[in-house]
């Protein structure tokens, strides 16, 4: 008995609560919906869930920090970069978000998901597939300080650990990191997201 060809195949995709099918080894902008990123994103912790307080501290609220970050600390203000430090670290509504050493010892595999998923939500939401190199940097430099702040404020390490593993950062801003709820996160995710998003 020979078994149909989809059946053969291992299950490449994730279905959404929006109704979207979205591929992992190929995905469409057009299978990508900002409700199913902000959804994802609320539910998925940051730190593996091992930081302090009674709510988890989600990638959503992640995001929002960072894009704080960027716009607070860099003269590139224009909306599109700014959506585009929001959304960061948007394929982790579908594939989760792992801590660094976990994604080292994986290496190219998951990065390559990764970088297509990141494409497809750009020219979903009109941003370049890839980004200019100097945005970039500046994202990263925002997503550095913005997991020193969790690691000190939420995740037990010291200030010496910290700036050891993200960044030896002249500047601190005084930010106080209170983790919230999964609904208020996706909220405040949305909200930001419609108000850069015009």
């Known amino acids: 008995m020979s078994k149909t060809k989809e059946s053969a195949s291992p299950r490449a995709w994730q279905r959404m609560l929006s109704g979207r099918r979205l591929n992992l080894l190929d995905p469409s902008p057009l299978d990508i919906e900002i409700t199913d990123i902000a959804l994802g994103l609320s539910r998925v912790t940051r730190w593996n869930g091992q930081t302090n307080g009674t709510e988890p501290y989600s990638v959503a609220e992640h995001s929002l920090l960072v894009e704080r970050l960027f716009t607070e600390n860099s003269s590139e203000k224009h909306s599109k970069w700014r959506l585009a430090a929001l959304l960061h670290d948007a394929p982790e509504y579908v594939i989760g978000d792992m801590i660094s050493p976990f994604k080292a010892v994986i290496g190219d595999e998951y990065r390559s998901v990764e970088q297509r998923l990141q494409e497809a939500i750009h020219l979903r939401v009109g941003l370049p597939s890839v980004l200019p190199n100097s945005i970039t940097k500046l994202i990263k430099k925002s997503d550095r300080l913005a ?52």
């Open 147 to 198: 997991a020193y702040l969790e690691a000190t404020q939420l995740a037990g390490f010291s200030e010496a650990e910290a700036r050891r593993f993200f960044g030896n950062f002249r500047k601190i801003p005084k930010i106080k990191i209170k983790p919230c709820t999964a609904d208020t996160a996706r909220n405040k995710f949305l909200d930001k997201f419609n108000k850069i998003f015009k």
